[in-house]
């Protein structure tokens, strides 16, 4: 069986397209950390090409192809009890934000956003750093937090928990998720065979319809 290790951002969709799979979900950074380690992962799927690219330059995995792309939204609970309807809004005294930790993908996402609207200020409002994606989505979901950045298609997977407030597309950062065999794969062919389902005509159906942007 193909142990895929993927960005947590890719918890519903990757099982979707092969259920056959071993799937370590985590941050893009702590996985390729693992990999480093001698972690026995087949297949590297990562919601960023820093990493892949990084442990391609080191001969840790096989060439990364680009799969998909994602956007920022900014999302909220429910019930909304901060009254946040703008990106601005995060900045105000009081507002317990939630953010992705720095080296984390999308939490470097989320401070490239920031600096982009001039909203830096926000940093202030910080009450918890989380290890990936789902953490954000999780501490906004039950209200420990006003707001959070995430990927659209983590706020589509959260329903109607959250509430999504959409932000400029100028601010949006350039995002790639790249997905490589790992050199060291004891089932290379069955790894090279789940990486190409995955950029197949029913993988890239199976993003698309969970939001991802395609390349």
Known sequence: ????????????????????????????????????EGAPADVYAA??????QELYEDG??????????????????ADNPAAIGTVGDVTAPGTKLVLAAEGVPVGDY?????GELGVEDALANVVSYEDDVKGVVAKVSIGEA???FVY??????????????????????????????????EHAD???????????????????AAGFVLP
């Open 47 to 52: 919601a960023s090409s820093k990493y892949p």
């Open 60 to 77: 840790l995995v096989e060439e990364p192809v680009t799969f998909a792309s994602n956007r920022l939204v900014l999302i909220v609970p």
């Open 190 to 208: 069955a790894a090279e065979a789940f990486v190409q389902k995955v950029l197949s005509e029913q993988g890239r159906e199976a993003l698309r």
């Open 146 to 148: 006003d707001a959070g």
């Open 110 to 114: 989320t401070r490239t956003v920031l």
């Open 152 to 185: 659209a298609t983590d706020a589509a997977a959260a329903g109607s928990a959250v509430r999504v407030v959409e932000l400029p597309e100028s601010s949006q950062p350039p995002i790639e998720y790249q997905i490589a065999v790992v050199a060291r794969s």
């Open 1 to 36: 069986m193909v142990t895929v290790y993927a960005a947590a951002s890719l918890t519903e969709v990757l099982p979707a397209i092969d259920a056959n799979a071993r799937y370590s979900f985590a941050g893009s950074d702590a996985l390729a950390a693992q990999i480093r």
